[in-house]
């Protein structure tokens, strides 16, 4: 069994993967080229960069397996993996606690604009005048999405003496009433009364624009807004207006609705809101930690391996 890596997992799934199969690491693969190498492999491994389309699955007549070393599975179309029979396998829990951690981290710079000041600091400017944040204690997070991060995120920022509120429709109030969390009823309701909001939905038709111009006039002034979910989530030109205008104080953001290449050439990159003093951004970091890379590493490469052999897969 022949098994591509175009993006990069852990060595010790790797090596997990190499004790069964024929391993060939490709990383920054040009799709053209990736089109024309895909048709010798059984199985391949991506992250999130690589569109695993029907173009792709058309060039690959030997794929059995897809595995995605990491959580949303957006950039696999899984109607037309499914049409052609090809297994994918994804690994939701693995890099959990990472996001969420990342997400607190981003919250605790744009409160207190910690990222602005040490890059001052380092341009030899140690006036903090211009860097007065605000307290978490008292304030209301509004997290948008109860599942795996953002329940982590909710337990974890209690412990800030932070009001939280969520909305979920799909969650029952049991589970709301478990995680310590007040429902928010509609997502107005939610956007109306947070102080800070963070999105931890996946990225489906429903959830694309889902803050977008109509949404953040009705949110607080001077609101803070996280996405370390997807790209897309919240609409970026209606988020960039609110950021110039100070409605929005400041945004931390982890992904793009458009992301270079986390590997290749990244010249002519460009994103308005790169250039915003209020943003924070980072580059699809949430999962990025030893931890997560290992879980995730190591889960995929057991989960492809179960579905190559034809045996039973826990997130298939
Ligand atoms: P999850 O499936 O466990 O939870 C998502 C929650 O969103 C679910 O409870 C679901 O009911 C809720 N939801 C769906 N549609 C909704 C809607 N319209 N309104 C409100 N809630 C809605 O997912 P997760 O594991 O918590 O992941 C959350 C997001 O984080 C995903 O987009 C995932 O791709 C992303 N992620 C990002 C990173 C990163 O590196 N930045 C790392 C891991 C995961
Ligand atoms: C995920 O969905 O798991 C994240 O986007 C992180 C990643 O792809 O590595």
Known sequence: MKVLIAERISDAGLDELKKETDVEVRLGLKREKLLEIIKDFDALIVRSEIKVDSEL???APNLKVVGRAGNGIDNIDLKEATRRGIIVVNTPDSNAISAAEHTIGLIIAIARNIP?????VKSQDFHRNKYKGVELYGKTLGIIGLGRIGSLVAKRMKAFEME??????YISSEIFDEIGVKKAETLEDLLR???IITIHTPKTRETVGM??????AITKKGVRIVNCARGGLINERALCEYLKSGHVAAAAIDVLEKEPSYEGDNTGFYN???ELPNVVITPHLGASTVEAQNNVGITVAREVLSALKGQFTSNA
């Open 57 to 59: 699955m058309e060039a």
């Open 193 to 195: 009364n947070s102080d």
């Open 116 to 120: 602005q000041a040490a890059h001052a």
């Open 164 to 169: 939280v509120i969520a909305y979920d429709p």
């Open 272 to 274: 308005p809101l790169i």
């Open 211 to 216: 803050i977008g111009e109509k949404e953040l």
